[in-house]
C-alpha cells in the first residue's frame, strides 16, 4: 500500500497512558519482563501480561509476538526486541531494527488494529543512537502502516524533537 495513507503522529507521553489499539513493547529475547519501557508497560498490565509473555518464552532480534493488553487500556501488546548495538555489525543494527517495525507493523494489521503506539525501540539500555533509529522507525511506518494511525511516543521532549525533525525532513 502507498505511504501516504499511513498517519503517522509523534507525541511525548508515557506509552502505558494511551488510548490505542496496541502498543509496542521493546522486549528482551528471552522475554523476561524487564526495565524501562518493558517494565513500565508491565506494572501497568499487571503480573498476567509478564506470565504471557514467559509462556511464549522467546523472540529473536527483529522479530515480534503479540498478548493481550490485560489492564492496560490498548487491547493487545506487540513484544519486538531490538538489537543490542554493540553486539551486531553496524549494517545489521539497521535491518533488525527495520525488521521490528516491519514485523510489529504487520501483526498488527493482521489483528484488524486501527492504531499502534511504539516507544523509540533499542535507543535505551540497548545504546542505539536515536536519531538513524528515529529515521528507521518513520521510514517503515510509513511504508507497513496501511491505513493504520502509527504513534511514536518518545519519553523526553528532546527525543520528540529528533522523531519531529525526522519526520519534518521527510515531509519537506
Ligand atoms: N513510555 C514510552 N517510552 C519509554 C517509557 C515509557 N513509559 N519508559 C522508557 N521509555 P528501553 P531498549 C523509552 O531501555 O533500548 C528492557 O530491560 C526510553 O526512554 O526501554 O530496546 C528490556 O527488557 C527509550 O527511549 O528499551 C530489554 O532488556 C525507549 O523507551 C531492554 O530494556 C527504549 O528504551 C531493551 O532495551
Redesign the pocket.
Known amino acids: 500500500m502507498a505511504a501516504a495513507l499511513a498517519r503517522i503522529e509523534i507525541v511525548h507521553a508515557?506509552?502505558?497512558t494511551l488510548e490505542v489499539d496496541v502498543i509496542v513493547n521493546?522486549?528482551?529475547s528471552r522475554l523476561i519482563p524487564?526495565?524501562?519501557?518493558?517494565?513500565?508497560i508491565n506494572k501497568a498490565a499487571g503480573p498476567e501480561l509478564g506470565k504471557a509473555m514467559m509462556a511464549i518464552g522467546r523472540c529473536p532480534a527483529g522479530e515480534a509476538v503479540i498478548t493481550p493488553g490485560f489492564k492496560l487500556k490498548a487491547k493487545h501488546v506487540i513484544h519486538t526486541v531490538?538489537p543490542v548495538y554493540a553486539q551486531h555489525r553496524e549494517q545489521d543494527v539497521w535491518r533488525l531494527l527495520a525488521n521490528c517495525y516491519r514485523n510489529a507493523l504487520a501483526l498488527a494489521v493482521a489483528h484488524d488494529a486501527q492504531s499502534i503506539a511504539f516507544?523509540?525501540?533499542?535507543?535505551?539500555?540497548?545504546g542505539i543512537p536515536i536519531t538513524r533509529a528515529s529515521a528507521v522507525a518513520i521510514d517503515e511506518g510509513a511504508k507497513h502502516a496501511h491505513a493504520a494511525r502509527v504513534i511514536f511516543?518518545c519519553?523526553?521532549e528532546s527525543?520528540a524533537s529528533i522523531y519531529r525533525a525526522e519526520l519534518d525532513r521527510r515531509n519537506g
Open positions: 508515557d506509552i502505558t521493546a522486549a528482551n524487564g526495565g524501562g519501557v518493558d517494565g513500565a531490538a516507544p523509540s525501540l533499542g535507543t535505551g539500555v540497548y511516543c519519553f523526553s527525543d
